[in-house]
């Protein structure tokens, strides 16, 4: 494993990065808690035409802008990065190649934690992040934010991306960086605008 990607322990994680989503299953009233932190807006982007190249250099470009050099990525449910049945998986290509990055990683199916990752291995991880996403429907719910979690970030498997600034300043910084990308706004309900 890279020096600039490090996994760390669950426990550890959910101590050090408490600002990150999470959902639990409790037993007794069969429901999912939801935690999510307080946030100062909700947006929403796409990009007209996108593909995984065009999703991974955007948001790359985006996190430039806004000076993050570290990221932590983590599942808000407590369940390993890679189920069973998608490493078992041999009908799609693309998705063994990303088992194969991820493997490369140390990351299978047994690993549930986060993983902390310096930006310039970004250009390499998401699209492989991307990829799973795509393929695996029980790969939905893994956020990812800066080091100093000022704002949390979440990929959805259609290439839109869910963004929740977690202060004014970052914000103000998130809204002046969207413009000097190709993103647009999805326009999704209940919504801020770009």
Same mark, same amino acid.
């Given at each position: 494993?890279?020096?600039?990607?490090?996994?760390?322990?669950?426990?550890?994680?959910?101590?050090?990065?408490?600002?990150?989503?999470?959902?639990?299953?409790?037993?007794?009233?069969?429901?999912?808690?939801?935690?999510?932190?307080?946030?100062?807006?909700?947006?929403? *982007?796409?990009?007209?035409?996108?593909?995984?190249?065009?999703?991974?250099?955007?948001?790359?470009?985006?996190?430039?802008?806004?000076? #993050?050099?570290? !990221?932590? !990525?983590?599942?808000?449910?407590?369940?390993?990065?890679?189920?069973?049945?998608?490493?078992?998986?041999?009908?799609?290509?693309?998705?063994?190649?990303?088992?194969?990055?991820?493997?490369?990683? %140390?990351?299978?199916? %047994?690993? &549930?934690?986060?993983?902390?990752?310096?930006?310039?291995?970004?250009?390499? !991880?998401?699209? &492989?992040?991307?990829? *799973?996403?795509?393929?695996?429907?029980?790969?939905?719910?893994? $956020?990812?934010?800066?080091?100093?979690?000022?704002?949390?970030?979440? *990929? $959805?498997?259609?290439?839109?991306?869910?963004?929740?600034?977690?202060?004014?300043?970052?914000?103000?910084?998130?809204?002046?960086?969207?413009?000097?990308?190709? #993103?647009?706004?999805?326009?999704?309900? &209940?919504?801020?605008?770009?």
């Amino acid at each position: 494993m890279s020096k600039r990607i490090k996994k760390i322990k669950r426990d550890i994680c959910l101590i050090k990065y408490r600002k990150l989503p999470l959902i639990e299953y409790e037993k007794d009233t069969d429901s999912e808690v939801y935690y999510f932190p307080n946030y100062k807006s909700q947006y929403w *982007i796409k990009l007209e035409k996108s593909s995984s190249k065009t999703i991974t250099a955007e948001t790359i470009k985006i996190l430039k802008l806004l000076d #993050f050099k570290k !990221f932590i !990525f983590l599942n808000g449910k407590n369940k390993s990065w890679i189920s069973k049945e998608t490493q078992n998986r041999k009908d799609y290509k693309p998705l063994i190649k990303t088992l194969q990055y991820f493997k490369s990683l %140390k990351i299978d199916s %047994k690993f &549930n934690g986060g993983i902390q990752i310096e930006i310039d291995e970004l250009d390499k !991880f998401l699209p &492989n992040f991307y990829e *799973i996403t795509s393929c695996d429907s029980g790969f939905f719910d893994y $956020h990812f934010t800066d080091i100093n979690q000022n704002i949390i970030f979440y *990929i $959805h498997y259609s290439g839109e991306i869910q963004i929740l600034p977690l202060n004014k300043k970052y914000n103000i910084k998130l809204l002046e960086a969207i413009k000097q990308t190709k #993103f647009i706004d999805s326009f999704r309900d &209940n919504t801020d605008r770009i």
